[in-house]
C-alpha cells in the first residue's frame, strides 16, 4: 500500500497558475498520476507518468498542464498553467505500486475563478 500526501490546491483567476505536489510512501511506486472530479461527474484522468519518464495526459489539458516527478522523492507534481473555470475540480493523487495495487490521495481542491 503506498500513502500519498497532496498538497497546492487553492483558488485562482482564469489565465493563473498553480503547482500540485503529492508525495509517496510505503511500497515502491511505478506510475504516479493525477485524476480529477467535480459533483455529479466521474473521476477523469489529468495526467500519469511512469517512473522511466513516459507521460501521458487527457487532451484537454495538454499543453497548459505539466507533470514531471522526482523518483529519488517519491513525489509527483502537476503544473497548471492558462488555467479555465472548467478546470475546476477536487484532484487526486494516484499512484500504482510495483506490485499493481492503487492508491489514491485524499484530494485537493483547485477553484478557478474571478
Known amino acids: 500500500q503506498v500513502q500519498l500526501v497532496e498538497s497546492g490546491g487553492g483558488l485562482v483567476r482564469p489565465g493563473g497558475s498553480l503547482r500540485l505536489s503529492c508525495a509517496g510512501s510505503g511500497s515502491p511506486i511505478s506510475i504516479m498520476g493525477w485524476y480529477r472530479q467535480v459533483p455529479g461527474k466521474q473521476r477523469e484522468l489529468v495526467a500519469t507518468?511512469?517512473?522511466?519518464?513516459?507521460?501521458n495526459y487527457a487532451d484537454s489539458v495538454k499543453g497548459p498542464f505539466t507533470i514531471s516527478r522526482d523518483n529519488a522523492k517519491n513525489t509527483v507534481y502537476l503544473q497548471m498553467n492558462s488555467l479555465k473555470p472548467e478546470d475546476t475540480a477536487v484532484y487526486y493523487c494516484y499512484a500504482r505500486s510495483r506490485f499493481g495495487f492503487d492508491s489514491w490521495g485524499q484530494g485537493t481542491q483547485v477553484t478557478v475563478t474571478d
Open positions: 507518468i511512469t517512473t522511466g519518464g513516459n507521460t
